[in-house]
């Protein structure tokens, strides 16, 4: 695995614009960055990223089997009472899912370690199916890397693909996409992901998290008061559940993406329940409720992530009693209220000076490529860099 300084392509800001990719900068900060790419062999793509990607998804399908039939854990989940029935029916009917993203902490040498599960919301999946591989193409026809240049990147094609499957399992619906306004990011990645269920034969629509009614027979409806059946919602499952319309949830014939039951794995308390599943698994991170300080060695460094949190927000590194270490080093935000978990602190590696963090993508049940993030900071949040890779 190696960070590999490399010329932009000198039109890549126009070409941006020409596809939609109007986050490439925010806020005056480059956010997708073609300075450089991250080469990686193909054993290292096969044995340590693809084929664990895979095992861990079907561990975190395991813990939400357990979960859901388990009230006890269903609390220490934070999942509101009055959703519970949701969720248990939402996995015991099979409700399908689209895809995911695992975060992984990886230097090209030993196990990829699970950080965790974007399994609800993820962005970034237009850079990464799309624009990362355009950048691929363009650099090996300009010859600036080598026509044996590959990427771990099936991830449009699984998209349609699935999109497909997903429409005969839902057939004569039309699916509507939504995210908030004022996201140019979540805008934008809608956006991909809807060109994508076209492209696939799927009848679309578009409507805004905010612009969502109900009508009197507690249907949702868009703005054009058509009642909404389907949806794929990048709108998090915590905070529908506290959304004033949470109450009529469920009360209507609707399907979901992603999925009710993807609260759970979403969720940050799926790190201890997978240790406590799976001890030692070399895939994993040492991980405790708060009520299980302990059993945590006195040596072992801790990261403090609340159980519902975004972006990398509210972030915090303790000693093994829980007690902060370093006051210096915290991501803010708004999220905790609801409780912590504790993740044994394995650091990011670094190249080049950049703390580098692997995001692992799946559809359904299958991998489906990687993207990168990097920052000078330890901790990876919303503007840190996205980078292109190859396998060579």
């Known amino acids: 695995m190696l960070r590999i300084p490399c010329p932009e392509r000198p039109n890549w800001q126009a070409l941006a614009h020409e596809y939609g990719f109007q986050f490439h ?104 199916g799309f624009w990362q591989w355009l950048w691929l193409e363009n650099n090996v026809d300009n010859q600036l890397l080598a026509r044996a240049s590959d990427q771990f990147n099936s991830l449009q094609e699984k998209l349609v693909n699935r999109f497909i499957e997903l429409h005969a399992l839902t057939p004569g619906r039309i699916l509507h996409f939504a995210c908030c306004k004022d996201t140019d990011e979540d805008r934008g990645t809608v956006q991909y992901l809807e060109d994508c269920a076209k492209a696939a034969g799927l009848d679309t629509a ?128 708004p999220y905790g209220v609801e409780g912590f978990i504790f993740q044994e602190r394995s650091p990011l590696p670094q190249f080049s000076g950049n703390h580098t963090l692997i995001g692992s993508w799946l559809v359904d049940n299958q991998a489906a490529g990687i993207s990168i993030r990097e920052d000078k900071q330890s901790i990876t949040q919303d503007l840190s860099r996205y980078l292109p890779h190859i396998i060579l």
């Open 25 to 128: 900068t925010m806020y005056g900060e480059k956010y997708w960055d073609e300075s450089a790419y991250y080469q990686f062999t193909l054993e290292q793509i096969e044995n340590d990223l693809e084929a664990p990607t895979e095992e861990i998804h079907a561990m975190c399908l395991e813990v939400v089997d357990k979960v859901v039939n388990d009230e006890s854990l269903l609390n220490k989940f934070a999942i509101p009472r009055q959703h519970w029935e949701l969720i248990r029916d939402s996995w015991k009917n099979g409700d399908p899912s689209l895809y995911s993203r695992l975060d992984l902490t990886y230097d090209g040498k030993g196990h990829a370690k699970l950080y965790e599960n974007n399994a609800d919301t993820p962005t970034s999946v237009y850079e990464t």
């Open 206 to 333: 578009f409507v805004y998290i905010e612009d969502i009614g109900i009508d009197n027979k507690n249907e949702f409806t868009d703005v054009d008061d058509q009642v909404i059946t389907w949806i794929f919602k990048l709108y998090p499952w915590e905070f529908m559940f506290e959304d004033e319309y949470s109450a009529h949830l469920g009360k209507q014939n609707m399907r979901w993406l992603e999925p009710p039951w993807k609260a759970i794995i979403s969720n940050k308390a799926l790190l201890p329940m997978l240790w406590r599943m799976f001890p030692n698994h070399p895939n994993l991170l040492p991980s405790f409720f708060e009520d299980e300080l302990y059993k945590i060695p006195e040596h072992m460094q801790l990261v403090k992530k609340p159980i519902f949190s975004r972006e990398g927000a509210n972030i915090y590194f303790t000693d093994a009693q829980g007690v902060i270490s370093d006051k210096d080093v915290h991501s803010d935000g």
